[in-house]
Nanobody
Framework: QVQLVESGGGSVQSGGSLTLSCAAS?????MGWFRQPPGKEREGVAA???????KYASSVEGRFTISQDTAKNTLYLQMHSLKPEDTAMYYC????????????????????WGQGTQVTVSS
């Protein structure tokens, strides 16, 4: 069981930036960030595979950047140009083995989840 602890959430104004971090208890080949806006289903935001390949939801592409420090087993999500619609609980997740392509943003392929960190963007 991989333990995941997110941090870095908070409240910002529209156009602002935040960086989320996720400390993992061990290395995992595929990791991702998901979010759940109030009253909506969880959705994939960004993910990274074992080769360093990345996948982004169209709604965040060009604004968010996912990265990983494998030496520290830490996953990051840099978020810029934040919008009110980015408001959500953000979760870090570790995938079931090696994931690639479209599978990276599908929550069903992740079996370890953090507790979440809240991001609130005000207009």
């Amino acid at each position: 069981q991989v333990q995941l602890v997110e941090s870095g959430g908070g409240s910002v104004q529209s156009g602002g930036s935040l960086t989320l971090s996720c400390a993992a208890s061990e290395y995992t080949a595929s990791m991702g960030w998901f979010r759940q806006p109030p009253g909506k289903e969880r959705e994939g935001v960004a993910a990274i595979d074992s080769n360093g390949g990345t996948k982004y939801a169209s709604s965040v592409e060009g604004r968010f950047t996912i990265s990983q420090d494998t030496a520290k087993n830490t996953l990051y999500l840099q978020m810029h140009s934040l919008k009110p619609e980015d408001t959500a609980m953000y979760y870090c997740a570790a995938g079931r083995g090696r994931l690639y392509g479209s599978l990276l943003l599908r929550s069903a392929y992740y079996n370890n989840w953090g507790q979440g960190t809240q991001v609130t963007v005000s207009s």
